[in-house]
């Protein structure tokens, strides 16, 4: 079937209602994900001082996020080991009247012989396979999206520790873990080839997390951000957390404020996920020829505001564990900041926030 998604139209494969056919895979559901790249990708080269040209689709499938970086002005090209997504992705450079290299080939080898400004790895599952590569292969930007939800935050234990080189936790905050375990896991990895990765744009979505890393060469640079990964122990009885940093966990083992057992995770990204200039930069270039534009906005306006703290907190949990009625989330954030703490919404979810309080201080400010 034939598809338009932001002014191209490319040939998928299968059904609508299924979004797959055969080996070559197409998801409908990510048409956000993909908007968003095009928006980052227009924000991303008005910022640069030096105008970036080359795109890579390392994982292309139909070749559509190929297809739309050539239609914003990219020099694209799209890389797949199966022949007959490389070829449905050449047909739709044509029928866009679009100049794209398409490349028939392990995504890896590729990457490791060629450099690009931006690279984008979407694959199916976990990016991890194709972290070493991608990060010698970028030279400005690093586009990374994780379907593997239930490894990342923590409910599948085993197969999070052993792809990801972290131990995570299964808590409320969950997609927020599973963000920032994948962080941890891509700066560490860049970090062995002396590549500074640094998240500027970050969301967890639906099934998915999605982060946008502007990359630095240098020792000196990587060695900086290692410094801003560590733990979070987290009390699975009354929700308290607290987070050090360091890649050695050195945890309490009790609850400083109930006493019960507290749970160790790390070692996490702790740093900032986003930055609140980029982000709005990005806002400002979806355009209505994006269907999710509404949906997008919304998105970039949350995240634009949410504090940097590493973990969020579920308003409707914590008014569970007081026995108490929720109010409102403007009314609950206002009180917050009248009581002096720091407080905003996060996009992890309509009653999920970040303070600078912890369950002490908002329980006393709130009840």
Request: hydrophobic content about 35%.
């Amino acid at each position: 079937m034939r598809i338009e998604e932001g002014n191209v139209e490319v040939a998928v494969p299968g059904e609508a209602t299924d979004g797959k056919e055969g080996e070559v895979f197409y998801n409908p559901e990510m048409e956000l994900n993909r908007d968003l790249t095009v928006a980052t990708l227009r924000a991303y080269r008005e910022r640069e001082d030096a105008e970036p040209t080359t795109y890579l689709d390392a994982t292309a499938a139909s070749g559509i996020r190929g297809v739309r970086a050539a239609a914003n002005g990219w020099t694209a090209t799209t890389c797949d080991v199966d022949p007959e997504a490389v070829d449905l992705a050449a047909e739709n450079f044509e029928r866009n009247g679009l100049d794209g290299e398409t490349v028939h080939e392990d995504a890896n080898v590729f990457m490791h012989q060629q450099r690009f400004d931006v690279v984008d790895v979407d694959p199916f599952g976990t990016p991890m396979p194709f972290a070493d590569a991608a990060a010698r292969s970028a030279q400005g930007l690093l586009c990374v999206t994780a379907t593997d939800t239930a490894p990342l935050c923590g409910a599948h234990f085993e197969s999070g520790v052993r792809k990801y080189g972290a131990v995570p936790r299964n808590t409320e905050y969950h997609a927020e873990m599973g963000l920032r375990v994948l962080l941890s896991a891509l700066v560490r990895t860049a970090a062995t080839f002396d590549v500074a990765a640094r998240p500027v744009f970050s969301h967890v979505t639906d099934h998915y997390a999605r982060t946008y890393l502007d990359v630095e060469q240098g020792a000196r640079a990587a060695n900086a951000l290692l410094e801003e990964l560590g733990h979070v122990d987290h009390c699975q009885h009354c929700l308290y957390r607290d987070h050090e940093h360091g890649l050695l966990a050195d945890p309490d083992e009790l609850c400083p404020h109930c006493g019960h057992h507290l749970q160790t995770a790390g070692p996490l990204w702790l740093g900032d996920a986003h930055d609140p200039a980029f982000v709005a930069a990005v806002r400002e270039q979806v355009t209505g020829e994006f269907e999710t534009a509404d949906r997008a906005q919304d998105l970039l306006s949350t995240v634009e505001g949410e504090l940097s703290t590493p973990t969020h907190y579920d308003q409707h949990r914590l008014y569970k564990r007081w026995s108490k009625s929720a109010v409102g989330m403007d009314q609950f954030l206002a009180t917050l900041r009248d009581a002096g703490h720091e407080a905003s919404r996060s996009h992890y979810g309509g009653t999920t926030f970040k303070t600078t309080a912890d369950v002490a201080d908002m329980e006393t400010a709130l009840n």
